[in-house]
């Protein structure tokens, strides 16, 4: 195959200048904000001149690594969860006769379109010690003087994060799975080796590469993750390096260089755990088992075991989906939040009407749809003329731009917003505060995911299609609109899907970026939830998750297919 | 000493496509040492029979046994992993995470035996210098070629010395030139170890040169077991000529001493199954079809018109009509014949092959014929 890709075409046209400027477009969206955020953590606002003054006095403060140690101990925690709930998860349902498996499948990826802000702040009245639901109707059935769970500590933070992430993992398994050749297993098994034997020396070992993967990627989601942090790890007084640099940003005066020198470290983290997860993906390339090819797996008999698989995937379902959405129902239907079951005869629905009238609201939804349209948009039409070039050509460079555009997997949020407001500190358009600049931002962080399905899509697409349509005379152009983007189409959808989804759901980078202008939902929930107006978030949250769930579902009835894909 | 028996095996399901696989009433006995082959166009049951052999289905009806043991039936189902078997995956099914040792080893460790390490190792080599891959156990298994993982699965399913080989494709992912490579030698290794095997194949040819006997499989059911030579010369329906090899259909009768086709009665032998008046097929192999430039006196001999003559350096493939067929024939590469001119060819009696016509139809052929009209 190597030898077989091309160079640009020799004529000049669109063939050069589309992805020229497609190219340009990424170094700008990716290596600049790096670039600028680095130099601007070597500056010292009003002074000229470069200075490590920020780094030292970072570095030299003991809490720095308190910090260091909370962030890399959360990240841990969360990412071990994760894969434990993840993995066993997609095990049950994918390889066992459980029952109702189907069904499943689609509750089990619900939470993947939950908000992180609206999740913890479920959280918050379900375990909290004070005023969880949980602990009140635990201490109450078994009489119990203290509360059983405080969701505001480092546990607490743990379990609210890496519920959260269980459905990433649980479809990275579920592709794992179907990727693996039964055969297999089946060879174990005529080889002599008992069903546990074969599970543990087969199908585990062959599993591991995605597995580590997953859990490198869980750790880099942990570390950069804002709103459990945030909302959590505040009062916990359990800081982290994200809540840091919210913290220095957020208060008068604010400290850009320290924000910056912190910054810069969270990324050197994050791309150490970036560049071994580059490692092992290669190494797992290699593995014969990775073929791209579908297989249907080998159902394993539970017997009697089936239905405690049942409870087991019940409860989880219960504890991700269901309890965090009814405790959210319910504050939002109450007049004011007590712990109580008699609080059901006083629903009301005027934190609905609040909700509605509050001024920021109407312009809130529609800079998150817009934002969600355009941002799901550029993204795919940005990776796939990249992925073209990375799959299709031969040009020295096209590594760098697959490497530039999986770059912001490993940026946190948080710090490209504090890259992109030293961009604009010299920038002569004023446009901070509009939401071209929170469209930069989002297009920036799911370059990795659309460029991931525009990837896997690419290379099975032959090129000999490609060749045809230039040999019947289209330029780069026409073959480009006419063949590549139609048979590329559903991966295209369901990637636009996914984008447009995480875009009303992005928290981490909007919390920096956004203006009265430019506000959005989650925005807007964290803004009515610091405000104290808690039942008004529930109102807001349950409304925002349903409407979720209903694009969703409505999107992927139009796109005939599943369209949640994440790497 | 290892005979296997099935006894009206049973078995259907449905597969998440909606398909329906299905075996019903499948009976065959493989014989001690000898390589059996279940011949058949996919979704015909075959994969499906052996899987239900080696204990990866289970059967919904029917006895299989090893020997005297009841591997399925009666109330009793022996798992995979308990019965005494070698398989080989279409897709040879290498661990990747193992050495090629470790792949090799893996039977020893896991079965049953437990032999001693030295015993393993002593093992592992004799069944890689049995498939020639000596001086490979350090590889990591995913760095071999197509070709050496074959073998590698092999050496894997021999190293027990299993009472039952079953394969399943197993050279349907090599390319034609290693296919064939391969092809003699695991029928060589196959004499030379009198193991006995289960061979599953769409590929007549393989089937042809490695069995002692086929069973030629149509819609869950076996439609005919014999030798080699017995399938390609006798075949029992329209169907199994044709998969068995290339061969002109001709519709006819049959009559006294033969079927009446192309205007006049074709001399052949007739089956028990085709009594005078009955529809019946002739079928003539390309190879049986003698073409002359000028008219004989031979049996069998009719005129017709060359349409196509083509040289394919071992045999010169002609295409005849004649008066209501067009007929294939395979001609001496030496022989001087135009496109165009009158020719006769001669069927001998003795290579005709007469069948019952069941209605059933080659698509191939009458695209074919249709093509060239």
Known sequence: MRGARRALPARPGSGIIVPALAALLLLLLTAVPVATLVMGSLQIEGRPGFTTANYEHVYSDPRTYRLLLNSFLYAVGTSILAIGLGTSLAFIVERTNVPFRRGFFAVTLVPLIVPGIVSTIAWIYLASGRIGVLNRGLMAALGLESPPFEVFSLLGMVWTEGLHLSPLVFLVMVGAMRAMDPALEEAAMTSGARPLRTLRVVTLPVLVPALAAAALIMFIRGLESFEVPALLGLPAEVPVITSEIYFALRTYPQDYGLAGALGVGLLLVSAVGVWSYGRLTRRAERFATITGKGYRPRIVELGRWRWVAFVYILVYLLVVVVLPFLVLLFVSLVPFYIPSLDMLQKLTLQHYVTVFEHPDTLRAVRNSFVLALSSATITMALTAVIAWIVVRTTLPGRRVLDLLAFLPIGIPGLVLAVAIIFELINFPIPIYGTLAILVIAYVTRYLPYGMRTSTAAMVQLHRELEEAAAVSGASWATSFRRIVVPLLWPSLVAGWIYVFVVSVRELSSSVLLVSHDSTVLSFLILDLQQSGQSNAVAALSVMLVLSLVVIVGLAQRASGRFGVKEG | ?373
């Open chain 2, 1 to 373: 000493m290892s005979v296997l028996t099935v006894e009206s095996l049973h078995k259907t399901y449905t597969t998440d496509r909606g398909g329906v696989h299905a075996v019903e009433d499948v009976s065959f006995t493989v014989e001690d040492g000898r390589f059996y082959t279940l011949l058949g166009p996919s979704g015909c049951g075959k994969t499906t029979t052996l899987r239900c052999l080696a204990g990866l289905e289970r059967p919904q009806g029917g006895v299989i046994r090893l020997d005297d043991t009841v591997l399925s039936g009666d109330g009793r189902f022996v798992p995979a992993f308990d019965r005494d078997i070698g398989m080989v995956f279409q897709s040879y099914a290498i661990w990747p995470h193992m050495t090629v040792f470790d792949n090799v080893a893996f039977p020893l460790r896991v079965g049953r035996e437990r032999p001693s390490s030295a015993e393993v190792k002593r093992r592992v080599e004799e069944a890689l210098a049995l498939v020639g891959l000596e001086g490979l156990e350090d590889r990591p298994a995913p760095q071999l070629s197509g070709g050496q993982q074959q073998r590698l699965a092999l050496a894997r399913a021999l190293v027990r010395s299993p009472k039952l080989l079953l394969l399943d494709e197993p050279l349907s992912n090599l390319d034609a030139k290693l296919r064939e490579r391969m092809r003699i030698e695991l029928r060589e290794l196959q004499r030379r170890l009198r193991i006995t095997t289960v061979y599953v194949t769409h590929d007549q040819s393989e089937a042809l040169f490695l069995s002692h006997r086929i069973a030629v499989m149509q819609s869950g059911r076996i439609v005919q077991e014999a030798s080699p030579r017995d399938i390609y010369a006798q075949p029992s329906s329209p169907f199994v000529a044709d998969f068995v090899g290339l061969g002109t259909f001709l519709q006819g009768e049959a009559t006294a001493g033969g079927v009446r086709a192309l205007g006049a009665v074709v001399r052949c032998a007739l089956p028990a199954d085709l009594a005078p008046g009955m529809p019946a097929l002739l079928v003539v192999r390309p190879e049986s079809v003698r073409v002359h430039g000028a008219p004989s006196d031979a049996p069998n001999v009719f005129a017709g018109t060359l349409r196509v003559a083509a040289f394919l350096g071992d045999h010169l493939d002609c295409l005849v009509q004649l008066e209501g067929a067009l007929i294939r024939a395979r001609a001496h590469p030496g022989t001087q014949l135009r496109r165009g001119q009158s020719v006769w060819v001669e069927l001998p009696p003795a290579e005709c092959v007469a069948v019952r016509d069941d209605g059933w139809r080659p698509r191939a052929v009458t695209d074919r014929m249709g093509d060239e009209d």
